[in-house]
């Protein structure tokens, strides 16, 4: 398996987000409908294949319809587990 260029943080938010997703019942293509992106942007976010931005993060979520703070507390905690 590849190993990641960013930070390996990002893998516990890059799997939460999957999962929210997933749960919200919506599958890559409509999340990204709704965002106004193209399905690949997300599928890179959530494969390691694209570093995740801050307010594509905070829209991701509200298409979700999940709290981003739920997500910036799994990245924080995984930056404390670090230290």
């Excluded at 516990?12 to 965002?35: D, F, I, Y």
Aim: proline letters at 4%; charged letters at 30%; one cysteine or more.
């Amino acid at each position: 398996m590849k190993s990641s260029p960013y930070s390996p943080q990002y893998e516990q938010l890059r799997t939460w987000l999957k999962k929210q997703r997933e749960a919200s019942g919506l599958t890559l293509r409509e999340a990204s409908l709704a965002m106004g992106r193209h399905h690949s942007v997300l599928g890179k976010m959530e494969q390691d294949r694209r570093k995740i931005e801050v307010l594509e993060f905070v829209r991701y979520c509200q298409v979700l319809g999940v709290d981003p703070h739920e997500g910036l507390d799994i990245l924080i905690n995984s930056l404390n587990d670090g230290d």
